[in-house]
């Protein structure tokens, strides 16, 4: 099982719709997770950390779900500007610094 | 809005040459990381670095591979004697306690 799996997509989302995606983690002892949007040929940039209680910034809301060992990201009124790859970080532990991404999900927003 | 910065943005280069590549984090930041991706596929993590020394790598992050915090600002990569399959998106990243923030990268061409 890889470390860190996502759907790879693409999800085709019409424009002022709601799309939900997961990621799923394999190392129990995970501490720290984020979910970061990539842009074709830039590089990730931090949308948001994902707290074990869940949080919402604007129109994304994280979920973690630990017994399960996996994450969410819904993205409401989705904007054409939203088309981009998400990718899943997933931070080993307090004793470990490395931060391994999964392979992103591709969500392309229409008119 | 602070950013981490990278020279070059692009590096051509001969197979078996050493090419450094240069970074400079966020300056009150305490993680320093090297990130690769080979065009079309997923981020790669492969060295993480704190308190002046390296505190994780991967298998990627062989002998040929290095890095330094020579100053206090800059960070380093050197790759002593590229191969073909050194060519990919080099990022740097850095962090102070939530997930790290990207520079723009470096994309090294080996001929």
């Known amino acids: 099982r890889k470390e860190v799996e996502q759907d790879p997509g693409p999800f085709n989302v019409p424009e002022g719709a709601t799309v939900a995606f997961n990621c799923t983690y394999s190392n129990s002892a995970s501490q720290s997770f984020f979910w970061y949007r990539q842009d074709c040929r830039k590089e990730p940039k931090l949308l948001m950390s994902?707290?074990?209680s869940g949080n919402e910034d604007g129109r994304f809301t994280a979920q973690l779900n630990r017994a399960s060992q996996y994450i969410s990201l819904l993205i409401r009124d989705s904007k054409l500007s939203d088309s981009a790859t998400y990718l899943c970080v997933v931070n080993r532990g307090a004793a470990g610094n490395k931060l391994t991404f999964g392979g992103g999900t591709r969500v392309l927003v229409k008119p | 809005e602070p950013e981490v910065t990278q020279t070059p943005s692009h590096q051509v280069t001969q197979m078996g040459q050493e090419v450094i590549l240069r970074c400079v984090p966020i300056?009150?930041?305490?993680?320093f990381y090297w990130y690769r991706q080979i065009l079309g596929q997923k981020v790669e993590f492969l060295v993480s670095f704190y308190n002046n020394e390296i505190s994780e790598k991967s298998e990627i992050f062989d002998d040929q591979f290095s890095v330094e915090r020579p100053d206090g600002s800059n960070f380093t990569l050197k790759i002593r004697s590229t191969k073909l399959e050194d060519s990919a998106m080099y990022f740097c990243?850095?962090?102070?306690?939530?997930?790290?923030?990207f520079g723009p990268g470096t994309r090294l061409t080996v001929l």
């Open positions: 300056s009150n930041h305490l993680y």
């Open positions: 990243a850095s962090r102070e306690r939530g997930g790290p923030y």
């Open positions: 994902v707290y074990s």
